[in-house]
């Protein structure tokens, strides 16, 4: 094909038809013009493309570390209602007007649990992966808002549940310094010198002991139900609003 151009350039040229050359010389430009225009725009729609299939993978990603989150959320907050209820359980117990040493001892040494539920593992690993890559734009800006409100509610809620789980070990550390604890590195419950420490215990001091120790883990408990609760609907929202997006992109 080029040949055959500068064939007839030539020609034209040799018969010395100077306007005829000089339209044909225009014209040619014009086609490799249109030629390079036209390969820049099939460029631009092959990345175009590119980007679109690599947003819906992220997308995709996206929805699926989403829909982990709220499984792991909802499992934590379940346990952690059934926790808040015992420990209830357990004040209303000693706020009777019956209640004795005896029962007491009873909640500390063979009922409660000093282990806590409040931790919960997020699944952000496309989020950490976008920002990290500097990939973050290739989403929309409705998207990257969203992505980056919800990853301040998980380290928010991260940050705080650092803080009252640690407030709440240094109460249960003061409590095994005074009364063994079932599964927190004592001695056994069942074992001789736990009944002779638990023999001694005062009704006063261990109540004192045992209210503060109950009520710092129901605090503990009670600021993780709502922060979690608080993330899991902005989670579900944004799980509708993306898949609403999805489909939108699909239809």
Known sequence: ?????????????????????????????????????????????NEARKERIQEHLLVQSIISDLKM??????????????????????????????????????????????????????????????LSTGSLNILDNWLQDELLQINEMHEANISRTQLNSGAYVSQVTAFARKYPLPDYGNISPDSKLADAIWQK??????????????????VTNLYAINQLNEILNETNEFLIRINNHVNSLNS
């Open 201 to 218: 215990a005062e009704f006063e001091e261990l109540g004192v002991y045992l209210n503060a120790l109950l009520s710092i883990r129901n």
């Open 1 to 45: 094909m080029i040949r055959f151009f500068s064939k007839i350039r030539y020609q034209l040229a040799a018969e010395n038809k100077v306007a005829k050359y000089l339209r044909y010389a225009v014209g040619e430009i014009l086609l490799v013009v249109i030629g390079i225009l036209i390969a820049v725009q099939v460029n631009n729609w």
């Open 69 to 130: 989150d709220t499984l792991m959320i909802n499992q934590t907050l379940r346990i952690l209602k059934e926790d808040t209820t015992r420990v209830f359980g357990f004040i209303k117990r000693m706020s009777d007007s019956k209640v004795t040493i005896d029962t007491l001892v009873q909640i500390a040494r063979f009922e409660f649990d000093p282990r806590l539920h409040v931790s919960t593992t997020f699944t952000d690993n496309t989020f950490k992966s976008l």
